[in-house]
Nanobody, 123 residues
């Protein structure tokens, strides 16, 4: 069982930056993949980025490539999402997630979820 708790959301002006944090507890086998999704009101949950827990290989959605960076600190059991050059359309609830192995971009493929953290970008 894995527990995920996000933090770091808030209100920021367009062009600003935020760093989201996902605290991971419980069993985290080395094969795990950690990912960030977001969901705006009335929209589907969209894949943003993923990282292999052990090797650190990263994957990004085209929509955030070059602006968002996913990273992890194994010693702290923490995953981060650094978000730069934020736009009003980045406003959403951001969720951390985990699956046992292999990167997929469909939210249905992830086994564990945090409660989410709200990010609001003003114009």
């Amino acid at each position: 069982q894995v527990q995920l708790v996000e933090s770091g959301g808030g209100l920021v002006q367009a062009g600003g930056s935020l760093r989201l944090t996902c605290a991971v507890s419980g069993r985290t086998p080395i094969t795990y993949v950690m990912a960030w999704f977001r969901q705006a009101p009335g929209k589907e949950r969209d894949f943003l980025a993923a990282i292999h827990w052990s090797g650190g290989t990263t994957f990004y959605a085209d929509s955030v490539k070059g602006r968002f960076t996913i990273s992890r600190d194994n010693a702290k059991n923490t995953v981060y999402l650094q978000m730069n050059s934020l736009k009003p359309e980045d406003t959403a609830v951001y969720h951390c997630s985990a699956r046992r192995f292999g990167v997929v971009t469909n939210s249905a493929g992830y086994d564990y979820w945090g409660q989410g953290t709200q990010v609001t970008v003003s114009s």
